[in-house]
Each structure stands twice: as structure tokens, then as C-alpha cells.
């Protein structure tokens, strides 16, 4: 009993070290938790034989070794928690990069969007000739609203030299 209790404890000490370089570990993490899984799984068939072992103590002794064995039940549950936190953290990581991917592969172009709203005129009775005097006018709004930021510029660098 004494044995494999040692055992599984240093068991638990090597995997809760694992855990602290899987958070570290970039590229061979999918390894390292399956690698983690394995030890966990190993210690929890030790925790099994020793609730048996436990149970087969003298009375004096049942007490202290059914304790002892709860505690490192009780730790290893904490590192399996540990670990699907953070295959759910890597999970929504790599989810958020595909995603972020997908973006970023996507195409957007003004002139279906353009087509669409002549469409959309077109059915609402605009003719061509009000679709371009509307375009114009957008382009020289661009324009005079340029020329009014600059102009508003000029205007409060002058009230600041020469109230200061």
C-alpha cells in the first residue's frame, strides 16, 4: 500500500508539472495533453487498487489511509479539470483563428454591392441619369468635406498661436 501510494503520488507531482509547461508550450501541446491524459488516467487506475488496499487496513490505520487516498483523488480530479479547461481554452483559440482566417480570405467589392442599389433604383423609378447626378454629388461632397477639416485645421492652429 505504502509503495503505490508514493507512486501515485509522485505520479500526481510529475503531471501537475506537465500541466505547468503545457500552459507554456506553444506547437506541442496537442501531445503534451495527450501525453498528460495518459498519466491521469494511469493514476486514477492507482487511486482504484488503492481504495481496495485502503479498505484492507487495519482499523487503526483504514481511517488515515482512506484520507490520504480522498486527497489524491481529490487532487487528480482538479488536474483533469485543469487540463479540459485548457483543451476548451485551445479549442476556442483555434476555433477564433479559423474564423479570423475566413475573414481575412474573404473578398469584398464595392461593385456588386453598386449594382444592387442601381437595381434597387431602377425598381423604385430613379432613372440613370438621377443615379449618376446622385454619385457625382457623393463624389463632391467627399471633396468639400476634406476642404471644411482642413479649413477647421488651419482655423484652430491659428486661435492657439495666437492666443497662447
Known amino acids: 500500500m505504502e509503495g503505490l501510494y508514493h507512486q501515485t503520488n509522485k505520479q500526481v507531482h510529475e ?4 500541466m505547468g509547461r503545457l500552459e507554456t508550450s506553444d506547437k ?13 488516467d494511469k493514476v486514477f487506475s492507482n487511486l482504484e487498487r488503492l ?5 484492507k487496513e487495519p ?14 483523488k481529490y487532487d487528480v480530479q482538479h488536474l483533469q479539470t485543469a487540463l479540459r479547461n485548457f483543451q476548451h481554452r485551445r479549442y476556442i483559440r ?11 480570405a474573404r473578398t469584398f467589392t464595392t ?7 442601381l437595381d434597387v433604383a431602377n425598381t423604385l423609378g430613379l432613372s440613370n441619369t438621377v443615379m449618376r447626378l446622385i454619385e457625382k454629388r457623393a463624389f463632391q461632397d467627399k471633396y468639400l468635406m476634406i476642404g471644411g477639416m482642413i479649413v477647421t485645421c488651419v482655423i484652430m492652429f ?7
Open 51 to 55: 481504495e481496495i488496499l485502503s479498505s
Open 94 to 104: 483555434e476555433q477564433q483563428e479559423r474564423q479570423r482566417e475566413e475573414l481575412l
Open 28 to 40: 506541442d501541446s496537442v501531445h503534451l495533453e495527450n501525453e498528460i491524459q495518459a498519466r491521469i
Open 158 to 164: 491659428l486661435v492657439v498661436q495666437y492666443l497662447t
Open 111 to 117: 461593385n456588386g454591392t453598386q449594382k444592387k442599389i
Open 59 to 72: 482499523p487503526n490505520k483504514r481511517q488515515n489511509a482512506k484520507l490520504r487516498v480522498d486527497q489524491l
Open 15 to 18: 503531471v501537475q508539472s506537465y
